[in-house]
């Protein structure tokens, strides 16, 4: 699915936020002082998500954001998820890191990163997206998936920080990181799972916007994932401690994810060239879907 290519400034700032992002990344790899001030493991964790950074999102942000700025809505989408995974990640690197050399740098990503998404926005064909994916996308089971990440996330978060609370002392995560807060439990609890919760919502209730923000959230969360595949290996190289299961989880979750989000794309397509070949063009209002035919698509 395209969109009339429009020329897009706001796509320009993707060559910005790919030099930043890999000048932070090579910097934290290659540069020693940058995580001179940190524990070994918040060092672990950085270089952990250097490297996804480095050599997964600066291709796949540079690739989407050149095939979105000549129209393609499914790369705007992917480009979308890339910018929130990078707002989510700098926020952490802007308030988390140790003031060093890169700090302006680190500001600089996590504002254009910022200010590029909320001004591509109102460019996003919602009702075009909706029409493309509404019939055949596997609505119910990427609600359900964005619900059960959600709630076994905060689970996991909230039973840490609230036995901390209840006990009158601080998070062993917060202590080994020698950080004011866990940044990471922040931007959960605050962002990304009242959004998942929300997508989630509105996918059920077939909402144009749910079907815009299912893939968008879909892309953050497969980075997400390779990224918390990468930690682990970090630690695990440093001598902190390896979790072989977990590497294997976060990496089958993100695989699994990546799949998922294939078939949501792959599914449009099939929906566009339907409508090619049924003389109706994509994005128009559709006719009112049979009953049966819903039940036929499962979803």
Known sequence: MTTDRAHDPILWSTIAVV?????????????????????PLSRAAGY???VVDLFLVVPVLLISGVRAYRGSVPARLVWLGTQGYLLYNFVIYAFGVHFNSL?????????????????SLPSLPLERVAQTYRLRAPRKTIAIMLLVLAVSTAVF?????????????????????NQPVNFAHVLDLVFLLPALAITATLLLRRRASGYALAPVLLTLLVIM???????????GRWGLGMSLPMIVFFAALGMGLTV????????GRRAVVAGVASG???????????AEDAEVHGE
Do not use: H, K
């Open 103 to 119: 700090f302006l740098v680190y500001c600089a990503t996590l504002g254009i990163c910022l200010y590029a998404t909320v001004f």
């Open 157 to 177: 978060d909230l039973r840490e920080d609230i036995a901390a609370i209840l006990a009158g002392t601080v998070p062993q995560a917060v202590i080994a990181a």
């Open 225 to 235: 994932n390779v990224e918390l595949a990468s930690i682990m290996v970090e630690l």
């Open 48 to 50: 952990g998500s250097d």
């Open 19 to 39: 030099v930043l992002v890999a000048v932070t990344a090579a910097a934290g790899l290659y540069w020693p002082a940058t995580y001179t001030r940190e524990t």
């Open 280 to 290: 109706t063009e994509v994005g128009m209002p559709p006719t009112e879907e049979p």
């Open 260 to 267: 998922l989000l294939g078939v949501y794309f792959s599914r």
